[in-house]
């Protein structure tokens, strides 16, 4: 069993928060979007994939679950291909999904949103998507924008030791160091980890939309 906390705040630049986010302690999914900065079209690339979460049938399978979350990943790709081609706009967004079955788990990711685990120290799974370009960080892949550079990454892993995941967009990591990531992460209550983030990341500028899921593990007394 899992229980989860979020936080979304637009930050102190942008008018507007163009992430989205999906939870779904039941069926144990969990998604975080960031749409592309500076694209009016980027909160609607965010939430047309939470969106399609929303109808999402799951089987007892774990193999056959995880091929219906790719071919759902791959269709919100297909669906933002087919707006841009009417109305010849960029439209993108990042995203990372995490799905736990039992014992096993596994993440999904393209661009620059990331995935941890906390045991007892910090394990990033995602490998961010952008690089440096004349000082400024550029995506490298993003859902849909641009499609030759699409790229969906998928890593699988046994959950045995971990108790607690964070999906986030840029917005928190940019602004926190990991060593506070990891403070926060570490606490035994998942309502203290969250106020934890929510007290740092306000402390700092945070130019950049912000969202976080912190997933926690539930034993049964």
């Known amino acids: ?42 909160s609607f690339a965010s939430h047309l994939i939470t969106d399609l979460f929303e109808e999402l049938v799951l089987t007892n399978s774990f193999s056959q679950n995880v091929e219906i979350i790719q071919n759902q990943l791959l269709k919100a790709h297909q669906l933002l291909q087919k707006q841009i081609r009417k109305t010849n706009t960029t439209i993108g967004t990042t995203v990372v999904l ?52 699409f790229i969906l990454e998928k890593s699988s892993f046994y959950i045995d030791e971990i108790n607690r995941f964070l999906l986030c967009s840029d917005g928190l990591y940019d602004f926190i160091s990991e060593d506070t990531i990891s403070y926060f992460m570490k606490q035994k209550e998942i309502k203290k980890s969250m106020d934890i983030l929510i007290s740092n990341i306000l402390k700092t500028n945070a130019q950049d939309n ?7 593990k539930v034993f049964k007394s």
């Open 1 to 42: 069993m899992f229980e989860s906390v979020y936080f979304t705040h637009p930050g102190y630049v942008r008018e507007s928060n163009e992430d989205s986010f999906f939870i779904d302690d039941k069926n144990c999914i969990w998604i975080v979007c960031d749409g592309m900065g500076g694209h009016n079209d980027g």
């Open 210 to 216: 912000i969202t976080a899921i912190i997933i926690n």
């Open 98 to 149: 995490l799905y736990i079955y039992e014992n096993r788990a596994v993440c999904f990711h393209c661009g620059d949103s990331r995935c941890y685990s906390y045991t007892n120290s910090l394990k990033c799974h995602t490998k961010d998507h952008s690089k440096l370009l004349n000082g400024k960080k550029v995506l490298t892949s993003a859902i849909s924008a641009p499609s030759k550079s």
